[in-house]
T-cell receptor, first 115, second 117 residues
């Protein structure tokens, strides 16, 4: 079974530039999560999708971050414009059903550095 | 305001001995607790979980203990192996109407475990 795929693995941009991350969840997984992990911290949930609908985006900085999940499969997370404090690893996770957390499978993450 | 705290950034143990990783939480609404393991350049991998109706859950070499009155849980690894060297994250969530986690996980900062041969 293929795992959660993310791309790119690494990205370096300058502040005020835009960047987008892509996630392909495990086939058949209805729930998709984007987490932000700042160095030395644990992952923090940014947004949760159930199929193509948003379940929770309370911690998403909506003035600069946006996310979509077209057709309930792949998802993209965009930052526009980026700030220095956005430097972090962005993790995508998916699960078959959002009721049971142990089924959350994480991708390898995208490491973003904002200069 | 950290709701899930892992106060030990690192832990070093000898191969074959017991590793004990600790986690404290402040939110009394948390009812479901999980441990994730993370290797460098990889995403976190689920390890073991426990709900508040239990005080212990065991899976092979891994055991999680929950002390709800103290808002404290711990992960025991016995015996520790060099391959266990990783960062361990404690996470918490509220229970959904159907049991299990709601999915919105609150993570601690992690503890880096080093198991020396």
């Amino acid at each position: 079974e293929a795992g959660v795929a993310q791309s790119p693995r690494y990205k370096i941009i300058e502040k005020r530039q835009s960047v987008a991350f892509w996630c392909n969840p495990i086939s058949g997984h209805a729930t998709l999560y984007w987490y932000q992990q700042i160095l030395g911290q644990g992952p923090k949930l940014l947004i949760q999708f159930q199929n193509n609908g948003v379940v929770d985006d309370s911690q998403l900085p909506k003035d600069r971050f946006s996310a979509e999940r077209l057709k309930g499969v792949d998802s993209t997370l965009k930052i526009q414009p980026a700030k220095l404090e956005d430097s972090a690893v962005y993790l995508c996770a998916s699960s078959f059903w959002d009721r049971v957390a142990e089924t959350q499978y994480f991708g390898p993450g995208t490491r973003l550095l904002v200069l | 305001d950290q709701q899930v705290k892992q106060n030990s950034p690192s832990l070093s143990v000898q191969e074959g001995r017991i590793s004990i990783l600790n986690c404290d939480y402040t939110n009394s609404m948390f009812d479901y607790f999980l441990w994730y393991k993370k290797y460098p350049a990889e995403g976190p991998t689920f390890l073991i979980s426990i709900s508040s109706i239990k005080d212990k859950n065991e899976d092979g070499r891994f055991t999680v203990f929950l002390n709800k009155s103290a808002k404290h849980l711990s992960l025991h690894i016995v015996p520790s192996q060099p391959g266990d060297s990783a960062v361990y994250f404690c996470a918490a969530s509220a229970v959904s109407d159907y049991g299990g986690s709601q999915g919105n996980l609150i993570f601690g900062k992690g503890t880096k475990l080093s198991v020396k041969p």
